[in-house]
């Protein structure tokens, strides 16, 4: 693996795996000998083979000496961290440096895939393989003291995309890689921003992110989608805080150079900033009138996720978006309709068509080829299975295990959707290169010929996915 890629290394392969254990009974001073003994600055807590928690020496330092308690009165379960913050050996290095910063901890435990502990993890370890790219952005992200600094910051993520797109990473580990490091930009923005002006701000909101950023399926970042959600009961002080903080943090977003959504799908727009109740009201209006407008608004706040804030109210919201699906297909029926309404631009014979005339003439506007049929399909079959979380990934595999698509149609599926997305980072790339507004108008001259013929494959699995979605909503009922 060429130096670039290193952070694409699974965890299993850096981890420490010869890991200092502990029981959650055993003494204190027995711990800081063990530490002392084999010059350690962690010790895990275990339940058999599931780590309960981490006993650390700053554990020691502030929770013990710094307090003035006895460590002779003491157990390791006393002082743990818990619940533990852990990763799957299978996850990347990059993942894992992702989060150890939005934790703010310095190590992970790394789990198999039934929870057992594997190994543990370091930040020195990991940034002693790799000093560069990501790993050093994410922790500029992390110390920047302005707004300014980080819209500079924003224009290197730019950067890092377009070399890391030229070193051959795979289109599904740099979209990942955009995602989380996007994740933590926002997340640093509202963090200053709170700091600076807003230090008495309620805590009991959400700031959530919608569409391809709710399912962190982001090439480059286009526009905004975003929301808040906050408890009913704020007072009238409170509300007028929260107000005021959403169009600030907003109008800061804009500044650092995340466009404003076209659509007004802004938290700082009271039409995307509500109660808890008043949500679930909107989700009700969604659900029983089935309009354009609705379709998309609804259609774009189902791939709703916590950025920031109480995760209880996203809990909620998902929740009640099941219980009231499972009575009303209505909704995903005209979704579904709205999305096989795209067309994969084939003609009779075949081959590609593209735009004949204007701007974008020779050219084929990706999301609109394939990328949208895929995901809100997708979404609509998960919904109605009663799935609410994850990636388009994650859902063609709950699907698959739900018996609902069948293995070979997931592997089609998921191979159409890593290509039909390579095109368009592709296309928002060469805008870039150029200066212009990011597109998803790719010209069929910066393909060659293999390249056209796995498009053209892909276009044919959207045809066959959309005639199986067709079928399975009944489509041929519904009176256009």
């Known amino acids: 693996m060429s130096a670039e890629n290193v952070f694409f290394t699974p965890v299993s392969q850096i981890c420490q795996t010869d890991v200092v254990t502990c029981a959650a009974d055993t003494p204190l001073i027995t711990v800081a000998e063990l530490m002392r003994e084999r010059n350690i600055s962690s010790v895990v807590v275990r339940d058999a083979a599931e780590p309960l928690g981490i006993v650390t020496?700053?554990?020691?330092?502030?929770k013990v000496l710094a307090t003035g308690r006895d460590p002779r009165q003491l157990c390791a379960r006393d002082v743990m961290n818990c619940p533990l913050v852990t990763i799957r050996e299978t996850d990347y290095l990059f993942e894992a440096l992702y989060l150890m910063s939005r934790c703010r901890i310095h190590r992970l435990c790394v789990v198999d895939a039934t929870?057992?502990?594997?190994?543990?993890?370091?930040?020195?370890?990991?940034?002693r393989l790799h000093s560069r790219s990501p790993q050093q952005l994410m922790k500029e992200i992390e110390e920047a003291e302005t707004p300014e600094a980080l819209k500079i910051l924003r224009e290197r993520m730019e950067q890092l995309v377009v070399h890391l797109h030229g070193t051959g990473v795979a289109t599904r580990d740099l979209v990942q890689t955009v995602a989380l490091l996007n994740d933590r930009l926002l997340v640093r923005l509202i963090e200053l921003v709170r700091a600076a002006r807003y230090p008495n701000l309620t805590a009991r909101f959400a700031f959530l992110v919608l569409g391809s950023e709710g399912r962190r399926e982001q090439t480059l970042a286009t526009d905004q989608?975003?929301?808040?959600?906050?408890?009913?009961?704020?007072?009238a002080a409170e509300l007028e805080q929260l107000c005021a903080f959403s169009v600030d943090l907003i109008d800061h977003l804009i500044g650092i150079g995340m466009p404003a959504c076209a659509g007004g799908i802004m938290a700082k727009n009271a039409t995307w900033r509500r109660s808890l109740s008043e949500w679930k009201?909107?989700?009700?209006?969604?659900?029983?009138?089935?309009?354009?407008?609705?379709?998309?608004?609804?259609s774009m706040f189902f791939?709703?996720?916590?950025?920031?804030?109480d995760k209880s109210?996203?809990?909620?919201?998902?929740?009640?978006?099941?219980?009231?699906?499972?009575?009303?297909s209505l909704f995903l029926t005209h979704s579904v309709a709205n999305a096989v309404a795209f067309c994969p631009p084939l003609d009779w014979f075949g081959r590609v068509k593209t735009e004949r005339q204007g701007t974008y003439r020779g050219?084929?506007?990706v999301k609109k080829a394939g990328v949208f049929a895929i995901t809100e399909g997708l979404k609509a079959m998960a919904l109605q299975t009663g799935i609410s979380d994850g990636r388009t990934y994650d859902r063609v595999r709950g699907l698959q295990q739900a018996g609902i698509l069948q293995p070979h149609q997931a592997e089609s599926l998921l191979a159409a959707f890593d290509f039909l997305i390579g095109l368009r980072l592709r296309a928002q790339l060469l805008t870039l290169e150029r200066g212009e507004p990011l597109t998803n108008y790719l010209s069929l001259d910066h393909l060659n010929r293999i390249e056209v013929g796995r498009l053209k494959l892909a276009l044919e699995e959207v045809k066959h996915f959309q005639a199986f979605l067709r079928q399975r909503f009944h489509l041929h009922q519904v009176s256009h």
Do not use: M
């Open 225 to 235: 989608d975003n929301a808040i959600v906050y408890a009913d009961d704020l007072s």
């Open 115 to 127: 929870g057992r502990l594997h190994g543990i993890v370091t930040d020195t370890d990991a940034l």
């Open 313 to 328: 109210f996203e809990q909620e919201l998902k929740q009640s978006l099941i219980t009231k699906l499972r009575g009303n």
């Open 281 to 298: 009201q909107q989700l009700d209006q969604w659900l029983h009138t089935p309009t354009p407008t609705n379709i998309l608004s609804g």
């Open 57 to 62: 020496d700053r554990d020691l330092r502030n």
């Open 363 to 365: 050219c084929i506007e």
């Open 303 to 309: 791939d709703l996720r916590t950025l920031y804030g």
